[in-house]
């Protein structure tokens, strides 16, 4: 049972590998770097672990020089992992700068002035402040997704673990220290501190990996679902998309009104036809970003068909909405585009409709699009709005 605990964080480690090998299959698009990164924390964990127990190198002195850099070195790479996985990072100067921190004053408490009580408080504080700091750096994911909540509050438990476990079983240790080297070293495993030590790293070195690889796992399939519901040239949501964020889209906004805007770019056959299908798939990155850059990040565009866009956009009236389709229409009327002639002007059209509660989705769009069919037979380069049409808004 001795080896269990090092064995059992060696195998969270592969399974940090093979997940990582997985998500570079099913979602190559999604960042999971971090996932090796844990894989490294939980192997070094092991590899401190197992030199602890197993006394390699011999010798107190070079053994607990070993093991504790290692134990630090695992605690900087899951810090560095967590960060990661939100596109974040510590500072480059805080890695060096907490590991020699943390050991040369280990060092010095080995090798000049013993004292084993000083260097179980700067180890294990050590530790916990890395945690306590990770915790201030990604204070973010609290205010994420439910799996951000847990990654942080698994964090913080961590970081109150060493706390917490030091001072509550260093008594045990204190009790011994004035022995003789030989038998501090004989009755230090018998301590209730290291007991507590061995299975606090079981369970919680367990506890953390599970939570981990939930939140992997939950991410992966987060990643999953929005590759099937964003459209992959626009990056904009395609139809399925909205389908799927409508329902929380109108909880969300129940209390406001809602506008429908469809529209899509004039002439966009004659694009392809001009400068190649490749020319016409930038015109439409570049309008899709026109239009998720007007509006906000808590409204919903979608591509809808091939240069057609919906936009849901909360908190509107139809006048309001149709301010925003003007914005937009003035921006793409202005913008050249890569690639396309600079004495040829790219126009849209929009049509603008105020959701009603409890309609199907799909009906205010149709009636939306209803609305930009007229403006298009009017002449297109315009926005038409129910209730208020105009003829043109240059």
């Avoid at 609290?142 to 942080?152: A, P, Y």
Wanted: net charge positive; hydrophobic share 50%.
């Amino acid at each position: 049972m001795t080896f269990v605990p090092s064995a059992l964080l060696a195998l969270f480690a592969l399974t940090f590998c093979g997940i990582w090998g997985a998500c570079r299959v099913a979602v190559p698009d999604h960042k999971c770097d971090f996932l090796l990164i844990y894989g490294a924390a939980f192997l070094v964990f092991s590899m401190a672990l197992f030199s602890q127990v197993a006394s390699l190198p011999p010798g107190v002195a070079s053994n607990a020089m070993v093991s504790g850099s290692l134990y630090v070195g695992a605690c900087l790479l899951l810090a560095r992992g967590v960060l990661e996985r939100s596109g974040r990072t510590l500072p480059a100067a805080f890695y060096p700068m907490a590991f020699f921190a943390i050991l040369l004053p280990t060092a010095y408490f080995l090798y000049v002035d013993s004292n084993v009580i000083v260097r179980i408080y700067l180890l294990n504080f050590g530790m916990g402040a890395i945690f306590l700091y990770l915790a201030a750096r990604a204070n973010f994911l609290r205010r994420g997704t439910v799996t951000d909540r847990i990654l942080f509050w698994l964090i913080v438990a961590l970081a109150l673990h060493f706390f917490l476990r030091t001072l509550l079983t260093v008594g045990s240790v204190t009790a011994i220290e004035h022995l003789p080297r030989a038998e501090l070293i004989k009755d230090f495993g018998t301590t209730s501190f290291w007991n507590w030590s061995k299975i606090s790293v079981a369970l919680l070195g367990a506890a953390v990996g599970l939570g981990l690889l939930t939140v992997s796992g939950a991410d992966m399939i987060m990643a999953l679902r929005s590759e099937r519901d964003t459209d992959p040239l626009t990056g904009t949501l395609n139809r399925r998309g909205l389908d799927n964020h409508i329902l929380r889209f109108l909880a969300r906004s129940s209390q406001a009104p809602v506008s429908i805007v469809v529209c899509d770019i004039d002439y966009f056959k004659s694009i392809n036809d001009t400068y190649g299908h490749a020319v016409g798939d930038v015109v439409l990155a570049d309008f899709a970003d026109i239009l998720k850059k007007t509006v906000r990040s808590t409204d919903l565009v979608a591509r809808v068909g091939g240069e057609e866009f919906v936009l849901v956009l909360a908190g509107m009236t139809v006048q309001n909405a149709y301010g925003i389709a003007e914005r937009i229409r003035k921006a793409v009327q202005n913008r050249h585009f890569d690639q396309v002639d600079s004495g040829q002007i790219i126009t849209c059209t929009f049509g603008v409709t105020r959701y009603r509660k409890n309609e199907d989705l799909w009906t205010a769009v149709k009636r939306a699009d209803e609305i930009l069919y007229a403006a298009k037979k009017a002449g297109r380069n315009r926005t038409y709005a129910e209730g208020m049409q105009r003829p043109f808004a240059a």
